[in-house]
């Protein structure tokens, strides 16, 4: 990590807002956008900021993924304690046996732009960008690289 802000207490407002934009598959830093080149695929910098949307790191998103997998999972076991429930003693097993690994498969997919947007939303909330880091995002050609440019030589 190279963000030269430490660890902040977040504000219930400030939090709200940058999950809030995250669900809205917006940008969590400004809330404009783009921020998607595909369902499957990050710009590397939001279109309105300008924030390397993986903060200049190469493995920013490898949480993002458990994140996702986490959620479909407790999706799928409420989607199964529902029909448990709804439809005893008559469970439809065939249909949760082929059903459930194709639900999943579907939320993982589905959920996948929301868990890097709420991933980077988090991080935002921990570690708020600074205008010098967003000035480094916006300078920066290279999509992962978390070295800032030497100072300019004294006079
Ligand atoms: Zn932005």
Redesign the pocket.
Known sequence: MDSETGLEFPGLVRTARLFGRALLLR?P?????P?LKSWFAMRVR??????RLERGEHDYFTGSMLFNYIVAGLLLLVALAVTLIASWPNVPWNILQYGGPLAIVVAVVGLFPFSKLIWLAFDLMLRPVTPAELDWHRAEATEWSTERSAAPPEP
């Open positions: 940008c830093n400004c809330g404009g956008g921020v939001c279109g309105k900021c300008g924030i």
